[in-house]
């Protein structure tokens, strides 16, 4: 079956240093992937998303690019902001009807 | 305003007792969701919906049950509820059940089970 696996399970950094949160992959089929934000006490929402192969896909100062011959959907920032603190998944979807989600990466950011 | 509702918030119970949870979109969305997140916030699906019909079911025990009346709203029901069920039940949507479909959660429901 599909599965999403994200190395870091917390990842600590000063206001304005840049960040890349690890996403690789495994599926049969030719997927989509996606990256999710929860901050504290609220619901997940969309980051991004890509299933183009090496496209750099862009929103809010993120940015992640699909590299299949890796099996990765690594999400970086230039610089990150106090508001940048939350956990951030990386999740899969190829047949549709269910995401599947990696086990996430709290990004904590220190003044 | 345009969004997943859920509710209840919070619901502390019993072992063994009944609970039901309810979910609305006002997105006009055709699929909807049920996940678990646990308490070292994996989120696992359980059941996926589009237009009231079931289309995954995964490995998830009896007891739990879902309901959906019509394509807005998606309800889930434990009959006997355990220990492990404590945890946050999130309710979700898009606009279709394709790949590539975003999803849209809810806020929510907090399930304590004591």
């Known amino acids: 079956g599909d599965s999403v696996t994200q190395t870091e399970g917390l990842v600590t950094l000063t206001k304005g240093l840049p960040v890349m949160l690890n996403c690789t992959y495994q599926?049969?089929?030719?997927?989509?992937l996606f990256w999710y934000v929860q901050h504290l006490n609220e619901a997940p929402k969309l980051l991004l998303k890509s299933s183009t192969d090496n496209k750099r896909t862009e929103h809010q100062g993120f940015y992640a690019t699909l590299h299949k011959s890796s099996s990765s959907f690594h999400l970086q920032k230039s610089s990150v902001q106090l508001s940048d603190s939350a956990l951030y998944f990386c999740a899969l979807s190829d047949m549709g009807y269910k995401l599947t989600f990696g086990t996430g990466t709290s990004l904590l950011v220190d003044p | 305003e345009t969004a997943v509702f859920q509710t209840p918030n919070y619901h502390v119970t019993q072992v063994g007792n009944e609970v039901s949870f309810n979910c609305k979109q006002t997105l006009g969305h055709d699929t909807m969701y049920w996940y678990k997140q646990d308490s070292k916030k994996l989120l696992k699906i359980m059941f996926s919906y589009n237009n009231k019909q079931l289309i995954v079911n995964e490995t998830v025990p009896r007891r739990f049950s879902p309901q959906s009346s019509d394509k807005a709203h998606l309800n889930l029901r434990i009959k006997s509820v355990e220990p492990e069920d404590s945890a946050v039940y999130l309710c979700?949507?898009?606009?279709?059940?394709?790949?590539?479909?975003?999803?849209?959660f809810g806020s929510g429901t907090r399930l304590l089970v004591i």
């Open positions: 599926t049969t089929y030719s997927p989509f």
């Open positions: 979700a949507s898009s606009p279709t059940g394709l790949a590539n479909s975003d999803y849209t």
